[in-house]
């Protein structure tokens, strides 16, 4: 069965620092999606895109942060200068299009955990 | 704006109790509803999912729910509770009709089985 998979596991990066995650959706799903879990918190919203743009993006998602699908399989997350409390589990999520996701099911990856020091 | 609240962080049950987490969600209109799990060291995975063609609803390894209008309400059930069901429990919502919106998650609810 397709699967959404993220690479690295885990990241481990000094403040001030770039680093970018990288997630690779299921193949024919058009939606793609990052969310960050802060340990003991809820799951987060970051951004979707959409068409090789962003359709939305949360208040969490600021000018440190960027997003990208290099080629036709890969979407990343960059975040320019990473500060202690961007220590997160980072989901990378995908779905269908409108036709065949009309319920917004979107299916995660395992995860990337980053750590800044 | 909507939110999903999930009442108790944790819940404890023994091999072959029910099990039961629940989720409130609050609009105006009733959203798609999901439940994800997420086992240790994985990503989520989608459990259900309410889209409105029936309010129970069956979901993988044996896990239900119900929603509820009057409540507000779709709650996570399994009548009899397996170690392996030992994980972190999700409910999300999205907005009806908004195809690619972000998905709405509750805290989770972390559930431990003991045998």
């Known amino acids: 069965e397709p699967e959404v998979t993220q690479t690295p596991s885990h990241q481990v990066t000094q403040m001030g620092q770039e680093v970018i995650l990288r997630c690779v959706p299921i193949?024919?799903?058009?939606?793609f999606y990052w969310y960050r879990q802060i340990l003991g918190q809820k799951v987060e919203f970051l951004v979707s895109?959409?068409?090789?743009?962003?359709?939305?993006k949360s208040e969490i998602f600021d000018d440190q942060f960027s997003v990208e699908r290099p080629d036709g399989s890969n979407f990343t997350l960059k975040i320019r200068s990473t500060k202690l409390e961007d220590s997160a589990m980072y989901f990378c999520?995908?779905?269908?299009?409108?036709?065949?996701?009309?319920?917004?099911?979107?299916?995660f990856g395992p995860g990337t955990r980053l750590t800044v020091l | 704006a909507q939110s999903v609240t999930q009442l108790g962080s944790h819940v404890s049950v023994s091999e072959g109790a029910l099990v039961l987490l629940r989720c409130n969600y609050s609009?105006?209109?009733?959203?798609?509803l999901f439940w994800y799990v997420q086992y240790p060291n994985q990503g989520l995975q989608l459990l259900l999912k309410?889209?409105?063609?029936?309010?129970l609803v069956k979901g993988i390894n044996g896990f239900e729910a119900e929603f509820k209008k009057s409540e507000t309400s779709f709650h996570l059930t399994k009548p009899s509770a397996h170690m392996s069901d030992a994980a972190e429990y999700f409910c999300?919502?999205?907005?009806?009709?908004?195809?690619?919106?972000?998905?709405?998650f509750g805290k989770g609810t972390t559930l431990s089985v003991s045998s």
């Open positions: 999520a995908s779905r269908p299009d409108r036709a065949r996701g009309i319920y917004n099911e979107q299916f």
């Open positions: 193949s024919n799903h058009l939606y």
């Open positions: 895109f959409y068409n090789n743009e962003i359709s939305e």
């Open positions: 609009s105006s209109v009733p959203p798609y």
């Open positions: 309410y889209t409105s063609a029936a309010t």
């Open positions: 999300a919502v999205s907005p009806r009709n908004q195809a690619g919106t972000a998905l709405i």
